[in-house]
């Protein structure tokens, strides 16, 4: 899914699941409103000194922008399904509210208020 797109594409998928305005993206990054905009216009590529910046902010690694394929922060032995591996993005994608509140619904359907050990 993500791999096929381009990093602007990413970029912006990233924005709008963290309801981040292109005014605040530009601010946060340090460019002017119109750089963002010609980018996405354009499907032009922000450049490299910017990349890492711009994962900061959208609170991915350099990796994802880049590829659309996660690092495995952790080194794990499970074998996980596709519907597993989605919902992995899709939490990864949200916001630290949205993915407390999506934790908060696991914790409820599984029953248990216990949190989940890492």
Same mark, same amino acid.
């Given at each position: 899914?993500? !791999? ?13 699941? =963290?309801?981040?305005?292109?005014? !605040?993206?530009?601010?946060?990054? /340090?460019? #002017?409103? $119109? ?10 590529? #922000?450049?490299? &000194? *910017?990349? #890492?910046?711009?994962?900061?902010? %959208? ?6 922008? %880049?590829? /659309? &394929?996660?690092?495995?922060?952790? $080194?794990?032995?499970?074998? %996980?399904?596709? &519907?597993?591996?989605? *919902? @992995? !993005?899709?939490?990864?994608?949200? &916001? =630290?509210?949205?993915? =407390? @509140? ?7 359907? @599984? /029953? ?5 050990? !890492?």
């Amino acid at each position: 899914m993500a !791999e096929s797109m381009k990093i602007i594409e990413r970029v912006e998928m990233l924005m709008q699941n =963290k309801q981040i305005t292109q005014a !605040e993206f530009s601010r946060r990054i /340090g460019v #002017p409103v $119109s750089r963002v905009a010609n980018w996405r216009r354009k499907g032009s590529t #922000p450049s490299a &000194d *910017l990349i #890492p910046l711009i994962a900061q902010v %959208l609170d991915v690694d350099t990796h994802f922008i %880049l590829t /659309g &394929d996660q690092i495995s922060q952790k $080194s794990t032995n499970y074998d %996980l399904s596709v &519907d597993e591996v989605e *919902l @992995v !993005e899709g939490y990864r994608c949200l &916001d =630290k509210v949205w993915q =407390k @509140v999506a934790l908060g619904n696991v914790y409820e359907l @599984v /029953g248990t208020t216990a949190k989940i050990k !890492e």
